[in-house]
């Protein structure tokens, strides 16, 4: 058991490019998350997946982002045409449905847009 | 409206003083409650956890959390804090009843500690 894992853990970027961000679960964990975190502020909730289907996308979740997780095991975030609020840390997690509730994150992925 | 609220924001203790973070939840069932510590450019690690029985509650690193149903509230407590404790903490609620697997998380407390 090798943890979440997250690539890049940096990003730069000019506002108006495209980024894409990659999460390896937990081998096991059907569950997949993605939450995002800016400065002073707790994770906020974007999107959900069990195996490959997206099952929840929150509101924050604008058409410039998409995420997918093709063969139920990484997933890709891609952020279209970068905005300077969209600066942030993004978090990766996983979960079985054994240990359902309990989530384990990833080391995450800073990106700044200048 | 749902929501997690940890009223403090920064807190500094010397090492060896007690501590206590508070965490205050509003749902309209019992959610599954959750204490995450973060250090600077790092992910979440889970300290402690509570679902169900016994509402003390204990963690790693020496941490312990008391649920209190009447208070809505899960406090994470540790009684003599070392330098290594300083971070940031965040509580986190899963509320099952609502049928979706994702957490809601407070706004985070920082933790200096003082030498």
């Known amino acids: 058991d090798t943890g979440v894992s997250q690539d890049p853990r940096h990003k730069i970027t000019k506002r108006g490019q495209n980024v894409t961000f990659r999460c390896d679960p937990i081998?096991?964990?059907?569950?997949l998350y993605w939450y995002r975190q800016t400065l002073g502020q707790g994770p906020e909730f974007l999107t959900y997946?069990?195996?490959?289907?997206?099952?929840?996308k929150s509101r924050l979740l604008s058409d410039r982002f998409s995420a997918e997780r093709p063969k139920g095991s990484f997933s890709t975030l891609e952020i279209q045409r970068t905005e300077q609020g969209d600066s942030a840390m993004y978090l990766c997690?996983?979960?079985?449905?054994?240990?359902?509730?309990?989530?384990?994150f990833g080391p995450g992925t800073r990106l700044t847009v200048t | 409206a749902q929501s997690v609220t940890q009223p403090d924001i920064h807190i500094t203790v010397s090492e060896g003083a007690s501590l206590e973070l508070r965490c205050n939840y509003s749902?309209?069932?019992?959610?599954?409650l959750f204490w995450y510590v973060q250090s600077p450019g790092q992910g979440l690690q889970l300290l402690l956890k509570?679902?169900?029985?016994?509402?003390l509650v204990q963690g790693i690193k020496g941490f312990e959390a008391e649920f209190k149903r009447s208070q809505s509230s899960f406090n994470l407590r540790k009684p003599s804090v070392h330098w290594s404790d300083a971070a940031e903490y965040f509580c986190a609620v899963e509320p099952w009843a609502s049928g979706t697997y994702k957490y809601i998380f407070g706004t985070g407390t920082r933790l200096k500690v003082l030498a």
């Open positions: 997690a996983s979960s079985n449905e054994q240990e359902t509730y309990e989530q384990y």
């Open positions: 509570y679902f169900s029985g016994d509402t």
């Open positions: 749902y309209g069932a019992t959610p599954y």
């Open positions: 997946f069990q195996n490959e289907a997206q099952l929840e």
């Open positions: 081998s096991e964990h059907n569950r």
